[in-house]
């Protein structure tokens, strides 16, 4: 064999082992290649998994919360229960009772709870109120069906605010006081009272024994005639405070005026 044919053997044998090396390696690069992705492919699936189970623990979340939102909104609130005490009384507050009728208030309140005379709260109140007949122009003063009593403390004012305009409509006078816990006091309640009204006549408790007929009479006659003493200071304080309003003719309206044409 010649040098040089020995030299092509060689040259042959070397691209060979070369080609069969490079062949290798592109195998190992393949597999590693092959086997990045599958890692890839599983950790994506993973954190697909686990957004997955988040979203229907947030969606439970949202189901409970929901729920519960329903179940407070059929539970009927006590309008009480939403009322605070003011510092101030709210800006409607007329007529507003004087001290000394503040007294003759507090007084018929208790004589009006002995004989069951009086409603207590504002749902009460109100569904009490309804029940009257409307207001007609043939309606005289007189024939007021109630009188309504209105704490001037109360906050949020809203819970109050239709209670004139109500009576107004039906005929049935009404005072503003300045102590929703003392009203509550007086119509011996166990919690402040927004509103109190008290009715021409009561209940004759006969499931007390302690009373004889006599002081029994002798109550509803004694609540009677407190009632219309009050009764008469509701409408001519009415006439006093609000009628000047109604009619444009208020101090405060006329100096409003007077400020305004002055500018």
């Known amino acids: ?58 969606e439970a979340h949202l ?61 009460e109140c109100e569904k009490a109120i309804k029940k009257t007949p409307a207001k007609t122009p043939a309606t005289a003063p007189s024939d007021a069906p109630g009188l309504v009593i209105i704490a001037g403390d109360i906050s949020p004012m809203d819970v109050i605010m239709h209670f004139p305009l109500l009576c107004e409509e039906h005929n049935v006078p009404y005072l503003f006081i300045k102590s929703r816990a003392d009203l509550g006091v007086a119509a011996c309640t166990k919690r402040a009272t927004s509103v109190v009204m008290l009715k021409p006549s009561g209940k004759k408790a006969g499931k007390d024994t302690e009373m004889t007929d006599a002081d029994k009479k002798s109550s509803a006659e004694e609540y009677l005639e407190a009632y219309k003493e009050v009764l008469k200071v509701a409408q001519k304080e009415w006439d006093a405070q609000v009628q000047p309003w109604v009619k444009g003719t208020h101090a405060k309206q006329i100096a409003y005026r007077e400020s305004n044409k002055q500018q």
């Open 1 to 58: 064999m010649t040098t040089k044919e020995v030299v092509d053997v060689v040259d042959k044998k070397e691209k060979k082992d070369k080609k069969s090396k490079d062949k290798s390696e592109k195998k190992k690069e393949k597999r590693s290649e092959s086997g990045g992705v599958t890692k890839e492919k599983k950790d994506k699936k993973k954190d697909k998994l686990k957004q997955e189970k988040l979203a229907r623990a947030a």
């Open 63 to 123: 189901d409970a919360e929901a729920a519960a939102a329903k179940v407070d909104s059929d539970v009927e609130v006590d309008p009480e229960d939403l009322i605070k005490p003011a510092e101030e009384l709210v800006p409607f507050a007329l007529p507003l009772a004087d001290d000394k009728t503040h007294k003759k208030i507090y007084k018929l309140i208790k004589k009006g709870a002995k004989v069951k005379s009086i409603h207590r709260g504002v749902k």
